[in-house]
């Protein structure tokens, strides 16, 4: 019998994920601050509660999959994890610093509550598809127990530990990697371009050659198409991200040329007020650089 | 019935390319500078000539692998162009310059021969075993004649329309992102390291998902190893390649802060000492820069 689940966040990501656990029978609970969004999970099953303590049965499981650092700080509060109690473990699924989950982790600890670090690859349809990929870290005994749960949100689980943030240096070091991928090819595509040959020749040789992969042929859809008002992953949040690594960069002493530039990049499509686009427009500006003009 | 190859440059590309045509019944005249290089050529059937232009039967095909552009302009003379003569054909695969090949184009028609831009993507192995892939650009007919030529040396051709340097843009971008895989990989890693996680581990789970594709993966094993020591592509060359995409990108107005950063990761390899390894070693630039050490 699937033990009971408390699940915090309903955005873009934790929605898909929520409805797959219900979907393989776990009792779930649900807390978002905006409940419109939780009107569907609950005809299919789900309790809504009004609090995010309230999702916590004793002992049990609570996941919490949310924006940005200040979010996960506010729901996973002490009294969360009082409710939670002794036995119960924290999966910690947002995109957040190592720092944060460290603190969470101390927090918890308090209440006898253990904290794994899980968060995931992939856009929302892979989330949907129960397609992302999980990176764990955290104490051995609870990462085992919460097993059968990430095996639904993901076709793979990769671990990184016992430290409880190591696995969000992997998530951040890789968002940074896909980040810098769509760049890359922004760069190489304004340089075509400007020389009269199309990005979509340039970069469908390229994604069926040497760069036959989902991060390669998925943003190099975009950056052809101009696809960029299709949200999966906001902008501000991928901007969000690389401050993060930047900022873990910065207090253990690694320089990340690349990264510094992304940075910037996001800064200026803020600037340029698209902060309602995907991250991938980020590729906008090697083509403006350039004195050229993709999408809006 | 194949017909006649003239073919000049036999080093880590060129040889295993010639090879291959020959094994396929091309009848095949040789020239390199060291003409020890040809040795296992001509006891395969080759015919080993004194001059760059021995290698042409008028009217006939000649291919030049060479590794930059000065060496194809020093052996693509008029003395060449008026041996092939009318009818003849120039397949230029060296990764060179779209101007250089534009002017070698001007150069060859005052002879009557056309020239067929048909730079490569692949390392050595992909060289010997015809699976490199191929991007041509030049004029229509003489394209057609030489197909069957091309389709020996890789496993794909790819046309980037009739303008001469259009391949030779293509290959750069192509060199820019591989180059840029790397960097990225390279800072990715540095940052997991100095938070306590091997590359290995970031590097593996990443190039088993997200970036499952040759590059990703083949480059991501002479990181995790640092294997720079076996010379698949030299790191000179790949300056070269990068200061070609620069001065490209600088004609035409892309600017490229990507490119930038590899030019200086190359150059401060080359003052590190690390002329003699592969071009991959461009990867301890930013683990150095961490205080990080990784091979030699």
């Known amino acids: 019998m699937p033990e009971p689940i408390g699940f915090i966040g309903l955005g873009h990501m934790g929605l898909p994920i929520a409805r797959n656990l219900l979907a393989k029978g776990f009792p779930l609970r649900v807390y978002n601050r905006s409940p419109d969004k939780a009107k569907t999970l609950v005809q299919e099953g789900a309790t809504l509660v009004k609090s995010s303590e309230e999702v916590a049965t004793p002992g049990a499981i609570v996941i919490t999959m ?30 957040v610093s190592p720092e944060t989950n460290a603190k969470l982790d101390e927090r918890f600890a308090r209440h006898g509550v253990a904290v794994v670090a899980a968060p995931v690859f992939g856009r929302p349809e892979a989330a949907a598809a129960g397609k992302l990929w999980v990176c764990t870290s955290g104490p051995q005994a609870p990462k085992q127990r919460v097993k059968p749960v990430l095996d639904v949100v993901g076709q793979g689980v990769f671990d990184f530990g016992a430290k409880v943030g190591s696995a969000n240096v992997v998530k951040l070091a890789g968002n940074f990697m896909l980040t810098a991928a769509t760049e890359a090819m922004a760069e190489a595509s304004a340089l075509a371009e400007k020389n009269g040959i199309p990005r979509e020749s340039l970069l469908k040789m390229l994604t069926q050659t040497l760069f036959n992969c989902p991060v390669y042929t998925g943003y190099a859809a975009r950056v052809i198409n101009a696809d960029f008002e299709n949200v999966g992953f906001a902008l501000p949040l991928a901007l969000k991200d690389m401050l993060l690594a930047r900022q873990t960069a ?12 992304l940075c910037d990049r996001y800064i200026s499509a803020i600037a340029k007020g698209r902060s309602g686009l995907d991250a991938s427009a980020l590729a906008q500006g090697a083509a403006e650089d350039a004195g050229l003009k993709w999408g809006v």
């Not at 002493?253 to 530039?261: E, G, K, R, S, V």
């Open 66 to 95: 949310l924006a940005d650092d200040a979010a996960v700080e506010s729901v996973a509060t002490d009294q969360l994890a009082k409710a939670l109690g002794p036995g119960g473990v924290h999966i910690s699924m947002s995109t």
């Open 250 to 261: 910065t207090s253990t002493h690694a320089p990340m040329p690349y990264l510094d530039i």
